[in-house]
């Protein structure tokens, strides 16, 4: 159950990696699926810590491939380009 409950989260990670690579518009759907992948990333994360003593290369294969792309940096910029919104005035 866990494994697909896993397998489901990872596709859902990536479908939602090719709808922000795809579509960069500041809209709220669209914030809200940045979250959506931040959240969707970070709890694989856990789990592949988790699943580190029984696959160790896949687990540290996954771990090292979401380091770079998670970084605060990208997160950060994705919510700096719809900073307009909040200061801007009618």
């Not at 990333?41 to 294969?61: D, F, K, Q, T, W």
């Not at 770079?68 to 801007?88: C, E, L, N, Q």
């Amino acid at each position: 159950m866990t494994k697909r409950i896993t397998a489901i989260a990872f596709l859902a990670l990536i479908v939602n990696s090719a709808y922000i690579a795809a579509f960069a518009d500041p809209s709220i759907f669209y914030m809200a699926n940045v979250l959506l992948h931040l959240g969707l990333g970070l709890a694989l994360m856990v789990v592949a810590v988790i699943y580190a003593r029984r696959h160790p290369v896949e687990s540290v294969a996954f771990l090292l491939a979401g380091l770079p792309a998670g970084s605060p940096d990208k997160t950060m910029g994705r919510f700096r380009s719809a900073s307009h919104w909040v200061t801007s005035r009618p």
